[in-house]
């Protein structure tokens, strides 16, 4: 017997709202793992690239104070995203784009042999690159299916 108090779109609705809810924390949370992650990796950067000996120097040089502040700014850029996850999940497209260059740069120079190839770093920057293409393509289905 039907409950005639409590329309039958009611409680369909109320399920469909919990299944969107937990979906859209899901997508949140990649988000954010995506943010922090490439946060991390930017300010890692920031700091390794002002040791003079990491890059066989005697003193800081120019270029890389100007890496230093790039990858600074980066991650700061990330962790505004962070704030608004779903809103500025967009700045994960050119952030795919550098780490993807900044791999293939270390990759051609490991090649020439100016530099030892490290498949740590090379592992790191596909790794990251997966997570923020997944969970930019992962967060962006949800919110057209909303629609």
Do not use: C
């Not at 009611?10 to 949140?28: E, G």
């Not at 890496?67 to 967009?90: F, M, N, Q, T, Y």
């Not at 690159?129 to 949800?142: G, Q, T």
Request: proline fraction near 3%.
């Amino acid at each position: 017997m039907i409950n005639k108090s409590v329309p039958v779109f009611a409680t369909v609705s109320v399920a469909d709202s919990k299944q969107t809810l937990t979906n859209m924390k899901n997508h949140i949370l990649l988000l954010r793992l995506s943010y922090w992650s490439a946060a991390i990796a930017d300010f890692s950067i920031a700091i390794l690239v002002l040791i003079p000996e990491r890059m066989a120097l005697s003193e800081i040089v120019y270029p890389m104070g100007l890496v230093s502040v790039i990858a600074l700014s980066w991650g700061i850029l990330l962790l505004v995203a962070d704030r608004k996850p779903l809103e500025r999940r967009w700045v994960l497209i050119p952030t795919i784009i550098v780490v993807g260059l900044l791999s293939l740069v270390r990759v051609i120079f490991a090649l020439n042999q100016t530099i030892e190839f490290s498949l740590a770093f090379f592992l790191l920057g596909s790794a990251l690159i997966a997570l923020m293409a997944y969970s930019y393509y992962y967060s962006s289905k949800i919110e057209t299916s909303n629609i």
